[in-house]
Nanobody
Framework: QVQLVESGGGLVQAGGSLRLSCAASGSIFRINIMGWYRQAPGKQRELVADITSRDSTTNYADSVKGRFTISRDNAKNTVYLQMNSLKPEDTAVYYC??????????????WGQGTQVTVSS
């Protein structure tokens, strides 16, 4: 079993910044991809950004390119999302996701509990 613990959400004014963190722990052999998704009220969950462990290749939603930066610390099994120039439309619950090769040699997909980000205009 693997646990993902998120932190860093909150309320910020438009134009402000927040940094989200997600730490993974448990039966981890290797985390292949870690990422952030978000879900706004009445909308489907969508990918915000993800990053591979092998070469730190990143992938961003068009709506956040140039404003958000994803990074990871493999030694700590932690992923970060630096969010700058926040807009009211970034308001959502942000979920951490990890594609894990577990110590039982099986691949699993895990989700964090979610952290609320609210951007006021």
């Amino acid at each position: 079993q693997v646990q993902l613990v998120e932190s860093g959400g909150g309320l910020v004014q438009a134009g402000g910044s927040l940094r989200l963190s997600c730490a993974a722990s448990g039966s981890i052999f290797r985390i292949n991809i870690m990422g952030w998704y978000r879900q706004a009220p009445g909308k489907q969950r969508e990918l915000v950004a993800d990053i591979t462990s092998r070469d730190s290749t990143t992938n961003y939603a068009d709506s956040v390119k140039g404003r958000f930066t994803i990074s990871r610390d493999n030694a700590k099994n932690t992923v970060y999302l630096q969010m700058n120039s926040l807009k009211p439309e970034d308001t959502a619950v942000y979920y951490c996701n990890a594609a894990v090769l577990s110590t039982d040699w099986r691949n699993y997909n895990y989700w964090g509990q979610g952290t609320q980000v609210t951007v006021s205009s």
